[in-house]
């Protein structure tokens, strides 16, 4: 399946940003979907995971009461929702489909986002 990230900017510390991540194929929906980020000299982290169904989902602690993650299988789209954004916060973020354990079979390209202090 071919990922697609896009919706990251620029924002101030405080603001919000959505970014999606979508597919044309409609095996889009058998896939679990996880958003990572890659920050300058760091390695790449998970952020947030949710399940081929939408009912199960995971975030991060740094994530936790300020990004939401959702899905929409009938747009084949998996949105990141991030609020009260934070300079740490700036980063490549990329989403990734998987299955079982294998959680990162496909990557997408990545989306910048930067948030200014």
């Known amino acids: 399946v071919q990922l697609q990230a896009s919706g990251g900017g620029l924002v101030q510390a405080g603001g919000s940003l959505r970014v999606s991540c979508a597919a044309s194929?409609?095996?889009?929906?058998?896939?679990?979907i996880g958003w990572f980020r890659q920050a300058p000299g760091k390695e790449r982290e998970s952020v947030a995971r949710i399940s081929r169904d939408g009912r199960s989902k995971w975030l991060s602690d740094s994530a936790k009461g300020r990004f939401t993650i959702s899905r929409d299988n009938a747009k084949n789209t998996v949105t990141l929702q991030m609020n009260s954004l934070k300079p740490e916060d700036t980063a490549i973020y990329y989403c990734a489909a998987g299955r079982g354990s294998y959680r990162t079979q496909f990557w997408g390209q990545g989306t910048q986002v930067t948030v200014s202090s």
């Open positions: 194929e409609p095996t889009f929906s058998t896939y679990d």
